[in-house]
């Protein structure tokens, strides 16, 4: 079946606009996950959505980042007032449920000039 | 911190050779995962290995965990240069992974 499919895969703004990620998890998958990934970096974890329930925003860096994920499929990442410390590989993920084997998209490399 | 750490941060062999990449954590774990990323693009599941377990085999790939040390270790037999990536192991949060900084491996042909 389909895994899970990222758009853009490349992003390149301006400092100061704003940006939408988007995320399809695998058909099935209740659990969603955002990381971002700056080069050379691990993996930092953003936010994660399980079913109905409110979503863990523990890891949003600041208040210009916030997602949803609607219908309990599809998520989107926005970004607001870019700045280019933002630039980085956004990674989502998803998994059957809880924080177990997580299955990965290609990434969303943005890149803020 | 949860994170674990990968030791070492790059690593480059030539084709054929073993390949062994170690992890170190902080908290008590679940389990424990690896995965590989080609290209700093998306990450793949390679194997996961619960606390209860000690070691573990998937094709070339065989893990070993130690609860006591707080470590984990990876190792790829009889490398090839297909098997150049970043390598990362994860431990299990309440609601996400916790990845270290990864093991950079490249496979001379």
């Known amino acids: 079946g389909a895994g899970v499919s990222q758009s853009p895969s490349n992003k390149v703004t301006e400092k100061g606009k704003d940006v939408e990620l988007r995320c399809d998890p695998i058909?099935?998958?209740?659990?969603l996950y955002w990381y971002r990934q700056s080069l050379g970096q691990g993996l930092e974890f953003l936010i994660y959505f399980q079913g109905n329930s409110a979503p863990d925003k523990s890891g949003l860096p600041s208040d210009r980042f916030s997602a949803e994920r609607t219908g309990g499929s599809v998520s989107t990442l926005t970004i607001q007032r870019t700045q280019q410390e933002d630039s980085a590989v956004y990674l989502c993920a998803s998994s059957l449920e809880g924080p177990h084997t997580q299955y990965f998209g290609p990434g969303t490399r943005l890149t803020v000039l | 911190s949860q994170q674990g750490e990968e030791d070492p941060q790059a690593l480059s062999i030539q084709e054929g050779e073993n390949a062994t990449m170690n992890c170190s954590y902080k908290?008590?774990?679940?389990?424990l995962q690896w995965y590989r990323q080609n290209s700093g693009r998306g990450l793949v599941h390679l194997i996961l290995i619960r606390s209860n377990e000690r070691e573990k085999h998937s094709g070339r790939l065989r893990v070993t965990l130690d609860t006591s040390k707080k470590s984990s270790s990876l190792l790829i037999t009889a490398s090839r240069a297909a098997d150049t990536a970043s390598y990362f192991c994860a431990t299990t949060g309440a609601n996400n992974l916790f990845f270290g900084t990864g093991t950079r491996l490249t496979v001379i042909p």
């Open positions: 058909s099935g998958h209740t659990a």
């Open positions: 908290t008590s774990i679940n389990n």
